[in-house]
């Protein structure tokens, strides 16, 4: 490896579920935008033959020769940092080179584990600054092999959170059409709130996989209701119709209920934003704790968003990123 910079950056957005989490896995929509919180991956060779990764007081040393997966604690910050590693990992077996380290340094905005795509931004954050020290930036490339170290990582991914990092937008996915990027005329303004319970999107997606299993046919009527959601959606973004868009949340989120993947907080953020103005709510990304979005009237974004949050940091007011993967 000797063709390759000394270092690299990039970053890569967190991401939100609008419409159709845990349905999008059995052949069903969903709609996702990027979002402007980000995490940014500072990579540096070094010629200790380390794997060194920090971020804040987190941090993990393994070297780039040892067979052995760092043992996976199970505590935060190695669940945050493994995907991380794994990246590293597999872009230098990929160059074929194990005599060199990389030192990354871990920025991050996005609140980890509370369903807003932090482990996916890292991937392919991670994946894009270690192929930048290689030259390469094609988009679709850093696509494919984060979306393939988020599939290890926890099974049954739909690759949809790698897919809108990478690109970044408001993305539609179809079963049958794949990813297309929405062209919207108006922004439309989304308070966050994050519950502050951690979840692991992996076994999330396994309990909604034995529900299904075990509820044939209440999923298959939840499945279809979630699809006209999404296809009424996509018509309320186009028109730029917020009281539909704010009603069609509130509808995804009570069939998101009866999927089993709420929570009491979440119930409680959820009846906080309807009750102060918001003009619909959802839990976003897995659930069974960690964030939800609020749709918030344009004309009155301010007022609404401050009475719903009261300065607290849980609360954040986002813009929607339309970059996806930036270097540099
Ligand atoms: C997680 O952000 C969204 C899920 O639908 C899983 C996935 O699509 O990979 C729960």
Excluded at 230 to 253: D, F, I, P, Q, Y
């Amino acid at each position: 490896m000797n063709d390759h910079l000394n270092e690299a950056v990039s970053s890569a957005p967190a991401k939100v579920i609008l419409f159709g989490e845990h349905f999008v896995i059995y052949k069903n929509p969903a709609i996702v935008t990027a979002i402007n919180k980000r995490i940014k991956v500072h990579a540096q060779v070094n010629d200790n033959m380390q794997i060194s990764i920090k971020s804040g007081e987190y941090s993990l040393n393994v070297r780039t020769t040892s067979k052995v997966d760092p043992v996976l604690a199970p505590d935060e910050s190695l669940s945050f940092l493994y995907p991380i590693f794994k990246c590293v990992k597999h872009v230098l077996s990929e160059q074929n080179n194990h005599n060199v380290g990389i030192n990354l340094d871990v920025d991050s905005q996005i609140p980890y584990g509370e369903g807003l795509g932090s482990s996916a931004a890292s991937c392919v954050a991670t994946v894009a600054a270690l192929y930048s020290l290689f030259s390469y930036r094609d988009r679709d490339r850093i696509y494919g092999t984060a979306k393939t170290m988020e599939e290890n990582i926890h099974m049954n991914s739909s690759g949809i959170d790698c897919y809108v990092s990478t690109f970044g937008g408001i993305v539609n996915y179809e079963p049958d059409r794949g990813f297309s990027k929405i062209g919207i005329k108006k922004n439309f303004s989304l308070l966050i709130g994050t519950t502050g319970v951690k979840h692991a999107t992996g076994e999330v997606v396994s309990q909604v996989r034995h529900f299904r299993e075990k509820n044939i046919t209440l999923f298959k009527d939840l499945s279809s209701r979630a699809r006209m959601i999404c296809k009424r959606a996509l018509n309320s973004m186009l028109e730029g119709n917020e009281v539909e868009l704010g009603n069609l949340l509130t509808e995804n989120h009570k069939l998101l209920t009866l999927l089993g993947v709420s929570h009491p907080m979440i119930e409680k953020l959820i009846g906080r934003c309807l009750d102060n103005g918001a003009l619909g709510a959802k839990l976003t990304g897995a659930g069974r704790g960690g964030a939800i979005i609020a749709l918030i009237p344009s004309e009155s974004r301010k007022e609404i968003s401050d009475r719903i949050s009261k300065g607290s940091e849980k609360w954040m007011l986002v813009e929607f990123d339309h970059n996806g993967v930036a270097f540099g």
